[in-house]
């Protein structure tokens, strides 16, 4: 079992930039496919991006296609999240999530662990 905390969250213009960090602990993270997921207030949790635990293989949700980047250092234990060209409604608290198979899947109950979340912000 992993455990996971994200970092990098802020608050940034439209236009802007930043990167998410999410650490994990345990000795069995290069195992866990990542994702990355967030919610924005009064709304579910959606999708994000996720990233297999080997081959880099990696997918996004079509609204963040081309401007976002999420990737891996398994040496690390940390999964990151590459934002770029952010947009207000961009706007949730980022969670990061694990899920023990090889290939992650766009769906909140398949991911079996889950971080606090880190609040990022876009103003226009």
């Known amino acids: 079992q992993v455990q996971l905390v994200e970092s990098g969250g802020g608050l940034v213009q439209a236009g802007g930039s930043l990167r998410l960090s999410c650490a994990a602990s345990?000795?069995?993270?290069?195992?866990?496919?990542m994702g990355w997921f967030r919610q924005a207030p009064g709304k579910e949790r959606d999708f994000v991006a996720t990233i297999s635990s080997n081959d880099g293989r990696t997918y996004y949700t079509d609204s963040v296609k081309g401007r976002f980047t999420i990737s891996r250092d398994n040496a690390k234990n940390t999964v990151y999240l590459q934002m770029n060209s952010l947009k207000p409604e961009d706007t949730a608290v980022y969670y990061c999530?694990?899920?023990?198979?090889?290939?992650?899947?766009?769906?909140?109950?398949?991911?079996?662990?889950w971080g606090q979340g880190t609040q990022v912000t876009v103003s226009s």
């Open positions: 345990g000795r069995t993270f290069s195992s866990y496919s």
């Open positions: 999530a694990a899920r023990n198979f090889p290939y992650g899947t766009m769906w909140v109950k398949d991911f079996g662990t």
